[in-house]
């Protein structure tokens, strides 16, 4: 952080808590250390200094701050430059009655607000939400006099002792090496419980993602190991088969084996709206370029643009999203800021789960499903073919724009997000300076004085007052940005894992950057947030559960109709040579049940060999032929683009398709395979929502033990409270 503070270093007294999600030390409210005085205010109002009392500036600057010492408010007035700072704190009898609501409360959180004192976090709340709910006489609020620039901000300051150890703790990059662990006990004595469950869940959403993350290597690494040995593979690399042009005019016949590399990258990725326009209409210019380079590699360059383009989109709709989603929102005139920011969040994620997952929604179940076949493709005005897949299928261009969309998305926004914050402080850095000469030197002797109770001076009030003054502005729905990045994420890892198995990876290595990017942010780059008191994540559960089921439905479909695993079974179990009887080693299916287990495994590479040998064909199972004796395909593909480059002119080509080669209806394999298709889809998402029930029905919302910390915490109170009445009938029996 640009502002490093030239006081000495604080000593720190901790106390120990018994914590079992911690284990560790953690903070007292009243701290003995030289500045302990830094919470003698709760709030600092900030304005324009105005000179004319008659302006009406003046008249309602003057009338808030009276009406906030009829509240019997402690307001110190300073004067710096051409600004005003009002130290805003509240008595402690103001926070009687709320320490006797917490005492009887059965719903109360077990706390230190039940002993004898009230945490900073509770004053500032309170404070704070006092400051919202003090009108003037003409009816204005604080909000409707900081639109006028009557005011000019509010903030509440950062403690530097307890902000000096959450920075060694928790907010540094050295704390990377503890991982996902967080001191989730202090971060709630500081920001309140609202931040401390963002953090908290965040935590155990990255703890989750460990087993994803090895389950992808090993698919990943195990997919690398073997595909040499893949008959499939084999197929491809060693097929004459000629294939039909996949574009109008400067698009030639090409061979099958042309694409052997992405045959064996499809190996691995099976083992594990406006963008859409873009991609089709870039395929078709490419493809009429004069320069070879690019007309040959049309397709997959319009992949890589579409995915580059995706997420800049991404970007640009993003702040659209917002403004749009502020706006509906202003238009419903919800009843209180929670009502709004339940609305703002659904709103919000609607509107960016479409713009992120469009274009990945259309390359896995649309796209090269609807373009048509040599004689009858579809067009668009007439003229223009529609985009194909990649030569090697669609899950390559799945898994390019997976790839492409997390890589940037996560590191560009890390960058940015730290970045921008950053530069923001740098920039103040010299004006912070010449503010603090400005405030002169303390010359009072207990402000050095240790102990609680100490009364700072003007001159270190203002100078705590200025550094928090010069840090970054937060609002209202800061953390709601923090949160909507990662169930974006959350989305993207879960969604299309099927098409992506390094996925959680990526979300793995981006989010222990993120836990200590957004601490280090949060403590010593902006203004302290506002705590809030809360019992969960709110609406954001709802949402995840949405994303839950959206992903069981998506790596159904991805598995069961985009990828070519059902067609695969569907082939060696019923059309293959191993059915047929014309594979060598094993004769039949039948036979397989014939062959001793532990002889059948002995050797994994007799047991792959023998498993291949029944997809022997499976290549030209999938393809057909069209001939240019036939009048429409003569229509749709010149004499040129039937020409290899070696001068050989072709009469016929093949296509991925299951169509008869005379009429090009399909075939009854089609039929078969698709209802197999949508078995499989059917079969897959009732057995893992039936999982999802038995696991949600075994874990409970709220832990036992959490339940019975509750229970202990309020027999204690009880107790505590018979002690008192005790006390005073005693006395009572005594003065009689």
Not at 521 to 539: A, S
Request: charged share 20%; with cysteine; hydrophobic share 45%.
């Amino acid at each position: 952080m640009p502002f490093r503070s030239v006081e000495d270093d604080i000593e720190l007294e901790i106390t120990n808590r018994e914590s079992a999600e911690n284990g560790g030390d953690t903070l007292i409210p009243l701290l003995s250390s030289p500045n302990t005085a830094v919470r003698s205010f709760d709030c600092i109002l900030v304005a324009h200094t105005v000179e004319d009392e008659v302006d009406q500036k003046f008249k309602k600057q003057e009338a808030y701050i009276n009406e906030l010492k009829s509240k019997k408010m402690t307001v110190t007035k300073i004067h710096h430059d051409n600004k005003i700072f009002y130290g805003v704190s509240a008595p402690e009898e103001l926070f009687d009655k709320y320490k006797y609501l917490l005492k009887v409360s059965d719903s109360c959180n077990w706390s230190a607000e039940c002993g004898g004192y009230v945490q900073n976090t509770t004053r500032i709340r309170i404070v704070n939400f006092i400051l919202h709910q003090t009108f003037i006489g003409t009816g204005e609020g604080l909000e409707d006099l900081m639109s006028q620039n009557v005011f000019e901000t509010l903030f509440c300051t950062h403690e530097r002792t307890q902000q000096e150890y959450l920075k060694r703790k928790w907010a540094s990059w050295k704390a990377l090496k503890h991982l996902v662990s967080q001191p989730v006990d202090d971060i709630r004595d500081y920001f309140g419980e609202k931040v401390a469950l963002y953090f908290l869940w965040l935590g155990w959403y990255t703890r989750m993602l460990i087993p994803a993350a090895i389950i992808g290597i090993v698919v990943f690494l195990y997919a690398l190991a073997f595909f040499d040995s893949n008959p499939l593979i084999e197929e491809v690399c060693e097929s004459n088969v000629t294939m039909c042009p996949i574009c109008d005019k400067k698009c030639q016949v090409w061979k099958l084996s042309d694409t052997c590399f992405y045959a064996k990258l499809v190996v691995i990725i099976g083992l594990t709206h406006a963008l859409v326009i873009c991609r089709v209409v870039s395929a078709m210019l490419l493809s009429e370029t004069q320069w070879k380079l690019l007309s040959d590699n049309a397709n997959m360059i319009a992949v890589t643009l579409g995915a580059v383009l995706h997420y800049l989109t991404i970007q640009v709709m993003t702040r659209v999203n917002r403004f749009v989603a502020f706006k509906l929102c202003a238009l419903e005139k919800t009843r209180s800021f929670a009502a709004t920011e339940r609305s703002f969040t659904v709103k919000m994620f609607t509107f960016q789960f479409f713009t992120l997952f469009s274009s990945l929604i259309y390359v896995a179940f649309f796209l090269g499903r609807i373009n048509g076949y040599p004689g009858n493709y579809v067009r668009i005005a007439g003229k223009w073919r529609l985009e194909e897949c990649h030569p090697s299928g669609c899950l390559t261009d799945l898994f390019i724009q997976m790839a492409i969309i997390l890589i940037l998305k996560q590191t560009i926004s890390n960058i940015f997000e730290f970045a921008k914050p950053w530069l923001k402080l740098y920039c103040k850095r010299a004006t912070l300076r010449k503010d603090l000469e400005k405030c002169g030197n303390c010359k009072t002797p207990t402000c050095k004085e240790d102990g609680p109770g100490i009364e700072l001076c003007d001159v270190c009030n203002l100078q705590q007052w200025l550094k928090n003054y010069h840090m970054n502005q937060i609002h209202a729905f800061s953390l709601f940005n923090e949160f909507l990045e990662m169930v974006i994420q959350f989305s993207f890892t879960t969604i299309f894992v099927a098409a992506f198995p390094l996925a959680p990876l990526l979300a793995l290595i981006n989010n222990l950057i993120e836990i200590r990017l957004d601490a280090i942010k949060m403590l010593r780059m902006e203004r302290r947030l506002v705590p809030k008191k809360t019992n969960d994540i709110g609406v954001w559960t709802k949402v995840l559960e949405a994303i839950g089921v959206a992903a069981v439905i998506a790596n159904g479909l991805v598995i069961g109709i985009s990828s070519e695993f059902v067609p695969r079974l569907v082939y060696r179990y019923r059309f293959g040579p191993c059915v047929n009887r014309t594979a060598t080693g094993l004769q039949s299916v039948s036979e397989l049940s014939t062959i001793s287990f532990i002889e059948y495994v002995q050797s994994s590479t007799t047991f792959r060999a023998l498993t291949y040998k029944c997809m022997i064909g499976y290549t030209d199972y999938t393809l057909t032929t069209a001939y240019m004796s036939n009048k429409k395909v003569r229509e749709d593909f010149t004499i040129n683009q039937m020409m290899m480059p070696e001068g050989v002119n072709h009469t016929e080509c093949s296509y991925k398709a299951y169509r008869n080669e005379n009429d090009h209806s399909f075939t009854s394999q089609y039929w078969l395979i698709l209802a197999a298709r949508f078995a499989f889809v059917i079969l897959f998402e009732h057995v893992l929502v039936v999982c999802k029930f038995v696991v949600a029905w075994y874990v409970p919302d709220n832990p036992m033990r959490i339940k019975n910390n509750r229970l202990h915490d309020k027999l204690d109170r009880l107790k505590q409270e018979l002690k008192e009445l005790s006390a005073k009938f005693d006395n009572r029996i005594t003065d009689v």
